[in-house]
């Protein structure tokens, strides 16, 4: 059941960061960093060591995206 459920959340976060990202949002990258520690869990979990690698990659991307919509403005600024 804790698979079932760690599948589910990961597929909404995921889909919806891959939606909004699309659609120019700057949501979309706070939900696909929200969805990396259950790519993490899952891919651990059933031994799946080239998808936990490249979620590591994703998790730096997804963290770069939230620091240029979020932060980087606000450090030319001041």
């Given amino acids: 059941m804790t698979d079932l459920l760690l599948q589910i959340v990961l597929a909404i976060l995921s889909i919806s960061?891959?939606?909004?990202?699309?659609?120019?949002?700057?949501?979309?990258?706070?939900?696909?960093?929200?969805?990396?520690?259950?790519?993490?869990?899952?891919?651990?979990?059933?031994?799946?060591?080239g998808v936990f690698f490249i979620s590591i990659i994703y998790t730096f991307s997804w963290a770069y995206g939230v620091y240029e919509w979020f932060f980087r403005d606000n450090v030319n600024k001041s």
């Fill in 17 to 49: 960061a891959i939606i909004l990202v699309a659609r120019k949002n700057k949501w979309g990258f706070v939900f696909g960093l929200a969805s990396q520690p259950f790519w993490f869990i899952t891919s651990y979990q059933n031994e799946q060591w």
